[in-house]
Nanobody, 127 residues
């Protein structure tokens, strides 16, 4: 199985923006759940946002609502995470993940069914 490939991480100051990309070239892109997760040092991994690529339905963690936007480009089999108004607490390794299709649970249930994982991209927000 071809893993998703994340890119776009980097270091920014608080209030800045970054755009992450998840290239999902495997056969799990279409009509499936693709989510963004993050893990800060010493903390558990948490779900940030998800999208159902079959219809564009999205879900966001409360901590990022109004600041992050998840979107898709079907032609490129790529899911994006636009992050605005970044805060130091947004710092962490950001991962893209997908269900083994077809999706077996609601895309916004980040504890379940995300089985195909990328290697991650680091986001660092300084105050």
């Amino acid at each position: 199985q071809v893993q998703p490939v994340e890119s776009g991480g980097g270091s920014v100051q608080a209030g800045g923006s970054l755009s992450l990309s998840c290239a999902a070239s495997g056969n799990y892109y279409s009509d499936n759940c693709i989510g963004w997760f993050r893990q800060a040092p010493g903390k558990e991994r948490e779900g940030v946002a998800s999208i159902y690529t079959g219809g564009g339905n999205t879900d966001y963690a409360d901590s990022v609502k109004g600041r992050f936007t998840i979107s898709q480009d079907n032609a490129k089999k790529t899911v994006y995470l636009q992050m605005n108004g970044l805060k130091p607490e947004d710092t962490g390794m950001y991962y893209c993940a997908a269900h083994f299709p077809p999706p077996r649970s609601w895309c916004g249930d980040y504890r379940r069914s995300y089985d195909i994982w990328g290697q991650g991209t680091q986001v660092t927000v300084s105050s």
